[in-house]
């Protein structure tokens, strides 16, 4: 088995390509070890040490590590782990663990926007968003403010604020003229 790396426009996120799926569908964010009972194999990479946060896509594992450690220390047991999780079989994610479908349910009057809005996240940006280990959620929209979580190497990443506002806010005012911002909320 061989995993690929790439780097994230965050320099405390790696992305790790092990050439399989990782998630079916959806995807997981995990902040906390505590979190991350729920995936063996998040289990696993926590146990690693050193390591803030990790997330799932489809086909990537993103891996945040504390502002102290050097990537050259952490990313050969990182490998290991990753490594040593998809050879023993074991699966990703026990019993009846929930992923992150991309987005939160919305009524009312505004449900027609809301849906459009949700088309371009998931035809324009999610893709792009996940080329770079991360994910965008939507979380709701109110008085002309799209409200989006950012999780993975976006979570954190200097980057992030720019993304929303110079690249996903200026798209979806494009097509959508109802909407009027776009800022970040937490999990």
Known sequence: MFIQTESTPNPATLKFLPGQTVLEAGTADFTTQEAAASSPLAARIFAVGNVTG????HD????????STDWDHIKPALLGAIMEHFQSGAPVMEGEATTNAGHAAHDGPDSEIVEQIKELLDTRVRPAVAQDGGDITFHGFEKGVVYLHMQGACAGCPS????????????????IPEVLEVRPVAA
């Open 160 to 175: 992030s604020t720019l993304t929303l506002k110079m690249g996903i806010e200026n798209l979806l005012r494009h097509y």
């Open 60 to 67: 990537f594992v993103t891996v945040t590590k504390d502002e």
């Open 54 to 57: 990790v997330f799932f896509g």
